[in-house]
């Protein structure tokens, strides 16, 4: 990979994270279609660049993030990252080996796209408008619907706003919740991949990988990167979704999955 290719995979994630169109997906296309080698690192980078789209929305937040009188906040964030934590450690080696074959994921992308063509008229009475209303118990249950993400090609955005609707969440308050549980989450997977996974080829841990060659700058460059375009993906998602709800997305979902499904079929 060079640098080149590290700065569209950074814009492809930046772009697809917070959007519910997988941004595993893309990033398989994306690395596929421009001829880029699948080693340890690229499997690295596509993980820890994921740190620069945590530092979008704190940044975007601050003041949510950083208001230390509301702890409770902090607890809901806690007790729905958990049961993300528990299942995505004892699957990880199973989620790695469908990373291996796109054509199981693009058929999730078109199938995730049909589903959110009908979740505006499911979910058509929300009662829970602000962060502060969801509970405790909400903030769990949204936290296994996040799990489903753990199927490649699913969005963990989209399967986390579906879960705080199915909660009776507002279209928009379940995209912030979604914003705000990513943090903790992608944290750490980020940490995990970063400290204490051992890579299958290499055998090296993710920061011994950093520090080869231009792996460093390639995942500071990456970051930043990722940061920018995030910032910009989230304010446009939310927008979006005010006016328009998830409908454009699911057909997005769709068009890009039946590609994928073409591209990857004709390309064994």
């Not at 080149?4 to 814009?11: D, K, N, S």
């Not at 398989?28 to 979008?56: M, R």
């Not at 799990?147 to 090609?153: E, I, Q, S």
């Amino acid at each position: 990979m060079d640098l080149l290719q590290a700065i569209i995979i950074a814009v492809v994630e930046g772009l697809t994270e917070y959007l519910p169109v997988s941004s595993t997906a893309h990033m398989i296309f994306t690395s596929s279609y421009f001829g880029i080698q699948e080693d340890d690192f690229v499997k690295l980078f596509q993980v820890s660049i994921q740190f620069g789209a945590i530092l979008a929305v704190v940044f975007l937040y601050w003041r949510k993030f950083f208001d230390f009188s509301k702890f409770n906040f902090y607890i809901k964030l806690a007790v729905a990252v958990i049961p993300a934590l528990i299942l995505g450690k004892l699957f990880d080696d199973k989620i790695d080996a469908v990373l291996g074959n796109p054509i199981p994921i693009a058929i999730v992308l078109i199938l995730g796209g049909i589903i959110l063509l009908f979740v505006d008229n499911r979910f058509q009475n929300p009662t829970v408008v602000t962060e502060e209303e969801i509970t405790i118990k909400k903030a769990v249950i949204i936290g296994f619907w996040q799990c489903l993400a753990m199927m490649p090609g699913t969005s963990r955005s989209a399967a986390s706003i579906i879960g705080g609707m199915q909660q009776g969440l507002t279209r928009a308050t379940a995209a912030e919740f979604s914003f705000f549980l990513a943090v903790p989450t992608m944290l750490a997977v980020t940490v995990y991949s970063l400290f204490l996974k051992t890579y299958e080829v290499t055998q090296l841990k993710g920061y011994e990988l950093l520090l080869q060659g231009d792996n460093i700058k390639f995942f500071l460059i990456g970051n930043v990167i990722a940061f920018i375009v995030a910032v910009l993906a989230i304010k446009l998602f939310i927008e979006v979704i005010k006016k328009y709800g998830f409908k454009p997305w699911g057909y997005y979902r769709i068009v890009a999955g039946v590609i994928l499904l073409l591209y990857f079929s004709l390309n064994k």
